[in-house]
């Protein structure tokens, strides 16, 4: 466990009590990063495997079949991970210093032994949240409240007949809503929610984004803008790439960005990423793969339905849960190899975590900020 992870645990209970202290202690890590990474483009020996957050793809099932997902179809389809396999995972990542554990699919509340999951990394001390599609969020509630669940995000394409479109389910949207509108007037801000928003072509127009922050305002659920992807193994660009931007795209992707900022400017509460962020988007979503910033994914570790663990969503397999325990993957040779080829992209250089690394890279937040 590295010291941060020490010193994190060690200041949570001060930081829930006092959010303005998070909020600086988050600023000075960002800070000491972006010189850390500056630093790293002519030293790489600074970076070293640090993973902080697992995210766990717990099973390929999933009730949509969206135009731009393949799992449960031609990706891990079939396949899950199962209770004592999740247990173990979850008690390693404990024991390496993890601090953040996100469950998702698939779709995650299929999983009959989720709530069981969930109560087991609460009772562990790990900060876990549930990513879903919300269609079943109802129904599953109360259990997963129960079992210590505090935080939700659910994935969002749109609303109304443009989600159910890309979801190929009729009457998903409706479902989605009275689910979300039932647990926000069951458990409040007890049970935070918010919107994993995928900003692709479809969702770029000018109807469909205003539907979109009407829906945010209406049930007071904070957006996270997420970008359409193009190296994802279990992604696709859909029919003749009508999901994805291209170059003379531009000027519609400012158009949202502007909007986006004047709903941050009024309510900084409803849109998750700082300006500097916002600002970023487009040259992320035109420039694709020659958007030349470091990435982070040395903090990162992904689990796959499979029980494949890499280091990040794409590339850089570092075993199988089936074979060995996350603990004998971790922090050796092959792992710092990793580290060191994903910072200096040497990879598919898709836009995970574009945001962290914007501001986590001083010429990027720099250049951003001063828009």
């Avoid at 599953?140 to 079992?147: G, I, S, T, Y």
Wanted: aromatic share 8%; hydrophobic share 40%; net charge positive.
């Amino acid at each position: 466990m590295s010291a941060r992870s020490v010193i994190v645990r060690l200041l949570e209970p001060t930081c829930k009590r006092h959010p303005k202290i998070k909020t600086l202690l988050k600023l000075t890590d960002t800070w000491v990063d972006s010189w850390r990474n500056t630093v790293a483009t002519r030293i790489p020996q600074v970076i070293k495997p640090e993973p902080r957050s697992l995210f766990v793809a717990i099973t390929a099932q999933c009730n949509l079949r969206c135009k731009g997902c393949h799992y449960g179809r031609g990706f891990m389809a079939g396949e899950q991970l199962e209770l004592p396999v999740v247990r173990e995972l979850l008690n390693d990542a404990k024991a390496r210093g993890f601090e953040k554990v996100r469950l998702y699919g698939g779709e995650p509340l299929l999983h009959k032994d989720l709530a069981k999951m969930v109560e087991h990394a609460t009772g562990l001390g790990l900060n876990i949240w549930v990513t879903t599609n919300g269609l079943l969020l109802r129904e599953r509630a109360d259990e997963l409240f129960a079992a210590g669940l505090r935080k939700v995000s659910i994935g969002f394409y749109g609303a109304g007949a443009e989600y159910d479109d890309y979801v190929q389910r009729p009457g998903s949207f409706a479902r989605l809503e009275a689910g979300l509108a039932w647990v926000r007037e069951r458990y409040g801000s007890q049970l935070p929610i918010c919107l994993d928003w995928v900003l692709m072509r479809p969702t770029s127009r000018p109807e469909s984004l205003r539907e979109t922050l009407a829906f945010v305002e209406r049930h007071d659920t904070p957006l996270c803008v997420n970008l359409i992807h193009y190296s994802l193994p279990y992604f696709s660009m859909g029919v003749d790439r009508e999901l994805q931007f291209a170059a003379e795209d531009r000027g519609a992707i400012e158009w949202v960005v502007e909007q986006l900022a004047a709903m941050k400017a009024r309510r900084p509460d409803l849109i998750t990423q700082p300006r500097a962020v916002l600002n970023s988007i487009p040259d992320w979503l035109v420039k694709g793969p020659q958007m030349r910033v470091p990435c982070d994914s040395h903090r990162l570790v992904w689990v796959g339905a499979d029980g494949t663990v890499q280091m990040c969503y794409v590339t850089f397999k570092l075993g199988n849960l089936h074979e060995k325990r996350l603990g004998q993957m971790l922090f050796g040779p092959e792992h710092m190899t990793a580290a060191r080829s994903a910072f200096a992209l040497q990879c598919p250089n898709c836009h995970c975590g574009y945001d962290n690394r914007t501001l986590g890279f001083r010429p990027t937040r720099r250049l951003y900020s001063g828009r």
